[in-house]
């Protein structure tokens, strides 16, 4: 099993399923592919099983227990007759705990910013060619269980009705610009000197995805970058520089109503969704009061995924945190707090940024249904993953 985690083989595996799973539009077409699942659980299983013998007790693996409890208690209490969906999601999460162990964060994070540096240029390159040619026309079209039309390209494709806004591989708009953020945020926790070549492009296709959450995200993650510049040994010329473009943000985010009123940015429609009165309006507003609304009636053991299905309004899946909270009940609330947890512990980052990071991943929680992506749940085990702990093979950066 040691050869078998370090072939390239089983690398690719892993990675082609772990990016089917992690919101590709090819999932929404085709939803059989969602059953990859079980075969991915399968196999990193085998190799978890295996490594018991040597294993301890740690952070993560208390994680792993305490989202398998929470799934069969209810499961048990709101019985329907219909546990599929737990046996998906329970196999989702094992995958990723699994994941998380045998790779090193620096290899996934590494082999995550290459392929989302190849995706975004195949996107820029597409959007270019969808709204200034015919040439990407010819695109087979395929619909969706929602009847929206996808011309699938499988390394790009583009939602027909919404040309203008750039989706790369993935089934909408706002994930892409959501792994945009995430990869940017990669770029800059992982290198001292940052490629702001790679930064600018990450930008360029946020632009292009026409997100109101992704605008959001992008000058949160501008405001992040010169939090993370700003160390000790900077000259105080500099400390200056950079506390005056926070505070300049922070302005900017203060005032934000009236530059959408005294200025052009008020005539982009996605950009309007962020002044006050759009956003305590939006759908996604609307989701959590709804989710909400569930989880007091079911607190203890949530509502369950059948009952919370049949309610469902205000598309009240995307925002994650209290959707998990409507379906599990209060152990729900564990998932949001582990990402915080996970924030809080890290201790190379200072106090504003981990306040920063907090902030951008509760917005990416609760603007998708995270719950649903693999990748999520890779990411969030890295967060809590005990440093001290040996994955179950040897670090193999040089892959990546």
Same mark, same amino acid.
């Given at each position: 099993?040691?050869?078998? &985690?370090?072939?390239?083989?089983?690398g690719?595996?892993?990675?082609?399923?772990?990016?089917? !799973?992690?919101?590709?539009?090819?999932?929404?077409?085709?939803?059989?592919?969602?059953?990859?699942?079980?075969?991915?659980?399968?196999v990193v299983g085998?190799?978890?099983?295996?490594s018991? %013998?040597? @294993?301890?007790?740690?952070?993560?693996?208390?994680?792993?227990?305490?989202?398998?409890v929470?799934?069969?208690c209810?499961?048990?209490?709101?019985?329907?007759g219909?546990?599929?969906?737990?046996?998906?999601?329970?196999?989702?999460?094992?995958?990723?705990?699994?994941?998380?162990?045998?790779?090193?964060?620096?290899?996934v994070?590494?082999?995550?910013?290459?392929?989302?540096?190849?995706l975004?240029?195949i996107?820029?390159?597409?959007?270019?060619?969808?709204?200034?040619?015919?040439?990407?026309?010819?695109?087979?079209?395929?619909?969706?269980?929602?009847?929206?039309?996808?011309?699938?390209?499988l390394?790009?494709?583009?939602?027909?009705?919404?040309?203008?806004?750039?989706?790369?591989? +993935?089934?909408?708009?706002?994930?892409?610009?959501? /792994?945009?953020?995430?990869? &940017?945020?990669?770029?800059?926790?992982? /290198? $001292? %000197?940052?490629?702001? @070549?790679?930064?600018f492009?990450?930008?360029?296709?946020?632009?292009?995805?026409? &997100?109101?959450?992704?605008?959001?995200?992008?000058?949160?993650? +501008?405001? !992040?970058y010169?939090?993370?510049?700003a %160390?000790?040994?900077?000259?105080k010329?500099?400390?200056?520089?950079?506390?005056?473009?926070?505070v300049?943000c922070? *302005?900017?985010?203060l005032?934000?109503?009236?530059?959408?009123?005294?200025?052009?940015?008020?005539?982009?429609?996605?950009?309007?969704?962020?002044?006050?009165?759009?956003?305590f309006?939006?759908?996604?507003?609307?989701?959590?009061?709804?989710?909400? &609304?569930?989880?007091?009636k079911?607190?203890?053991?949530?509502?369950?995924?059948?009952?919370?299905?049949?309610?469902?309004?205000?598309?009240?899946?995307?925002?994650?945190?209290?959707?998990?909270?409507?379906?599990?009940? +209060?152990?729900?609330?564990?998932?949001?707090? *582990?990402?915080?947890?996970?924030?809080?512990?890290?201790?190379?980052?200072? +106090?504003?940024?981990k306040? !920063?990071?907090?902030?951008?991943?509760?917005?990416?929680?609760n %603007?998708?249904p995270? /719950?649903?992506l693999?990748?999520?749940w890779?990411? *969030?085990?890295?967060?809590?993953?005990s440093?001290?702990?040996? @994955?179950?093979?040897? $670090? /193999?950066?040089?892959?990546?």
């Open positions: 099993m040691n050869s078998l &985690s370090k072939s390239t083989v089983f690719s595996f892993i990675a082609v399923i772990a990016i089917l !799973l992690s919101g590709h539009a090819a999932v929404t077409l085709f939803p059989i592919i969602q059953y990859s699942a079980y075969l991915l659980a399968l085998l190799l978890i099983l295996l018991l %013998k040597n @294993s301890r007790v740690t952070t993560q693996s208390v994680c792993l227990a305490f989202f398998a929470m799934i069969v209810t499961l048990v209490t709101n019985w329907d219909t546990p599929f969906y737990y046996l998906w999601l329970g196999c989702l999460i094992l995958s990723a705990y699994g994941i998380a162990e045998i790779y090193s964060f620096k290899t994070a590494s082999f995550y910013l290459k392929t989302m540096t190849v975004s240029c996107a820029l390159v597409g959007y270019l060619l969808v709204n200034l040619t015919d040439l990407m026309s010819g695109l087979p079209l395929f619909m969706n269980t929602n009847g929206i039309g996808y011309r699938f390209g390394i790009f494709n583009y939602i027909e009705i919404i040309p203008t806004r750039n989706c790369g591989i +993935f089934w909408e708009p706002g994930l892409f610009a959501t /792994h945009l953020a995430i990869a &940017s945020v990669f770029e800059l926790i992982l /290198h $001292e %000197k940052p490629r702001l @070549s790679r930064l492009l990450f930008l360029i296709c946020i632009i292009t995805a026409n &997100s109101s959450a992704g605008f959001v995200l992008a000058f949160l993650i +501008f405001m !992040l010169f939090v993370l510049k %160390k000790k040994n900077q000259s010329m500099q400390q200056l520089l950079t506390f005056i473009l926070l300049f922070i *302005l900017i985010a005032n934000f109503d009236t530059i959408l009123e005294q200025t052009p940015l008020g005539e982009n429609e996605y950009l309007q969704k962020l002044s006050t009165d759009s956003i309006s939006s759908t996604r507003m609307n989701a959590i009061r709804h989710n909400l &609304s569930i989880f007091l079911n607190p203890l053991f949530g509502a369950g995924v059948i009952k919370v299905g049949e309610s469902i309004d205000y598309v009240a899946d995307t925002s994650t945190s209290t959707y998990m909270m409507s379906i599990f009940g +209060f152990m729900g609330i564990g998932y949001t707090l *582990l990402w915080i947890y996970g924030i809080l512990r890290q201790k190379s980052f200072s +106090f504003f940024s306040l !920063l990071l907090t902030v951008i991943v509760l917005i990416i929680l %603007k998708e995270h /719950h649903q693999l990748f999520s890779i990411l *969030l085990f890295y967060l809590i993953k440093p001290q702990k040996p @994955s179950l093979t040897k $670090e /193999h950066e040089g892959r990546s």
